[in-house]
Structures are given as structure tokens and as C-alpha cells.
């Protein structure tokens, strides 16, 4: 883990900070339920992020490889995959050929995937994008301050468009060649399709 990088510890702290609660020094079963929460709200901000795909997750040409029966079984660390055209899809954790209707294949398949890595691995500023959306997010749920709630969304707004400056850095930044790079008026990516 790169030393610049926050741990789950450090992103639980500045959720709770952000909200006037306590730190904590570690994370546990039996921890403040204010800490429980705000870790269950990262984990699914993070997943909610991770799912958009980005230069760090997202990887083309995957060969997942088929069991003796012909089904390919998912990985669990695969949150989403796109297959040639639009015939592979994810569905009861398995790949499943539309065209054929069918989960048997004759060899393994070739996919785009998006990967769930841990909060610990990925680049700090998704980290710190999932962070400040995450404290947005807890906030709203736990004191609801409405005024508070428009400060961490500007805070939220310009950790986003750092991430995106960075996979903009980190990708072959052409809208025209490049489809995975096209985003809607909200900022959302439009370009790489996914099945979960």
C-alpha cells in the first residue's frame, strides 16, 4: 500500500469528523454503532464508485476460463463485464451467452471487466473522492444538517473532479477514439456498458 494512501481507519475518522462525532482507533463488531454505520456507508460508496469503472479497476480482454461443465463462474472481486457485442452478461453469478441462452460454453471467455478492489488499494484520490462523498452521504443520514450538507458537497464536487482529471491523465483522454471516456451532462460515464 503506497504510504500516501488513507486507511479504512482514516476515511471512518473523517466521515465521523465531518458529522462532529468522535474518532475511533480501530474498527470492530463491538465499535460505537456511529462507527459501524459509517464504515457500512463507505463500503457502499465505495462499491457505488468502483462500479463507474476507472483506469485502476477497469481491465479489456479478460480470459475467464470455463469449468469442465462449460459454465464460467464470476469472480467475486468482478463487480461488472461486458462480453463481445451484446451477448455475454452476468446473471445467477455465471456468464450467460443471450444469442444461445445459455451458461455452457465451449472454452473460457474474453471480457471487459470492472474489479472491487479494497479501499486500502486503490489510488488515493478515489480514495479520498469516496471518502468526502462518503461523509456527505452519513451526514445526511445521521444529523441531516442541510447547510452542513451543501459544504461537503462542495468539498465532494472537487474531489470528483480531481479523480476525474487523474483517469483523464491516465487514459488516452480522446473522446472521439476512446468510448469509455464519454460522460453525460452529470458527470456520470456513458461509454462502457455494464451487466451486474
Not at 139 to 153: C, H, I, T
Not at 162 to 188: F, H, I, T, V
Request: glycine letters at 8%; charged letters at 25%.
Amino acid at each position: 500500500m503506497p504510504t500516501n494512501s488513507l486507511t479504512k481507519v482514516d476515511a471512518v475518522n473523517e466521515v465521523l469528523a465531518a458529522s462532529g462525532f468522535a474518532p475511533v482507533s480501530s474498527l470492530s463488531a463491538d465499535g460505537p454503532a456511529h462507527a459501524r454505520i459509517a464504515e457500512t456507508t463507505l463500503a457502499r460508496e465505495l462499491r457505488s464508485v468502483l462500479a463507474e469503472g476507472w483506469w485502476f479497476n477497469q481491465c479489456y480482454g479478460v480470459e475467464l476460463p470455463a469449468a469442465a461443465d462449460g459454465t464460467v463462474t464470476i469472480p467475486d472481486d468482478i463487480l461488472s463485464l461486458d462480453g463481445p457485442g451484446d451477448d455475454l452478461i452476468a446473471l445467477q453469478g455465471k456468464v450467460y451467452s443471450k444469442g444461445g441462452k445459455t451458461f455452457a460454453h465451449e472454452s473460457g471467455v474474453s471480457v471487459d471487466v470492472i474489479y472491487a478492489h479494497p479501499f486500502e488499494d486503490i489510488p488515493f484520490v478515489a480514495q479520498d473522492y469516496i471518502t468526502k462523498r462518503t461523509s456527505r452521504k452519513f451526514q445526511m443520514s445521521r444529523v441531516g444538517d442541510p447547510q452542513l450538507n451543501r459544504m461537503l458537497m462542495v468539498d465532494e464536487t472537487d474531489a470528483r473532479a480531481k479523480l476525474m482529471q487523474q483517469e483523464g491523465e491516465n487514459l488516452d483522454a480522446n473522446m472521439k477514439l476512446n468510448p469509455s471516456l464519454r460522460y453525460n451532462n452529470r458527470g456520470e460515464r456513458v461509454g462502457f456498458r455494464r451487466y451486474s
